[in-house]
């Protein structure tokens, strides 16, 4: 069982940053692929950036590579999200979750979300 807190959103101008954090509880977080993903409003949720177990792979959504940059610290169950010109389109509540070892971008085959934090951008 892992439980997940997510947060760092607020309001930022277009090309500003952010950075996001989601902390973990569990003593097993150190073996779980974590992932990012976004809901802006009257959309579908998905997929933003996610990371293995132990930070050697990673995988970004086209629309924000060059842009995130996900990683994590096993040694603080935190994973983060690195948010650098930001856009208006990037507006959405952001959330993290969990699932088994390897990354994956289906939002079904992650076990475990956060409750979300907001990210607001405005042009």
């Known amino acids: 069982q892992v439980q997940l807190v997510e947060s760092g959103g607020g309001l930022v101008q277009a090309g500003g940053s952010l950075r996001l954090s989601c902390a973990a509880s569990?003593?097993?977080?150190?073996?779980?692929?974590l992932g990012w993903f976004r809901q802006a409003p009257g959309k579908e949720r998905v997929f933003v950036a996610a990371?293995?177990?132990?930070?050697?792979?990673?995988d970004y959504a086209d629309s924000v590579k060059g842009r995130f940059t996900i990683s994590r610290d096993n040694a603080k169950n935190t994973v983060y999200l690195q948010m650098n010109s930001l856009k208006p389109e990037d507006t959405a509540i952001y959330y993290c979750?969990?699932?088994?070892?390897?990354?994956?971008?289906?939002?079904?085959?992650?076990?475990?979300w956060g409750q979300g934090t907001q990210v607001t951008v405005s042009s």
């Open positions: 979750a969990a699932r088994g070892t390897i990354v994956r971008r289906t939002k079904y085959e992650y076990d475990y």
């Open positions: 990371i293995n177990w132990s930070g050697g792979t990673t």
């Open positions: 569990g003593r097993t977080f150190g073996s779980y692929a």
